[in-house]
């Protein structure tokens, strides 16, 4: 049975919970009103040592583990597929 703090994370915002780690991970290197849901993250400045910040910030924020096979550019691309794949993960 889920409790509310379980619903919350899946329902009550979870992509603004993603936009706010990505944005404290990415600090002043771009520009956050150029963030949106479907934003290419790569494009607008995430590189690899960000993009393993950004892993191990969004791991602590949703208590959970990011698994191997989700490790890919792909993954961390934009808000939404990152939001995606933290859903798959707190729904376990």
Do not use: H, N, Q, Y
């Amino acid at each position: 049975m889920r409790t509310m703090e379980d619903t919350a994370v899946t329902t009550s915002g979870p992509a603004e919970r993603v936009r706010k780690v990505l944005l404290s991970v990415l600090g002043g290197s771009v520009d956050a009103s150029l963030v949106g849901p479907g934003t290419d993250l790569w494009e607008a400045g995430m590189d690899s040592l960000l993009s393993v910040s950004l892993l191990v910030a969004l791991e602590d924020e949703f208590d959970i583990e990011f698994p191997d096979d989700l490790l890919t550019r792909e993954t961390f691309s934009s808000v939404d597929r990152i939001t995606a794949a933290v859903g798959t993960l707190v729904a376990e």
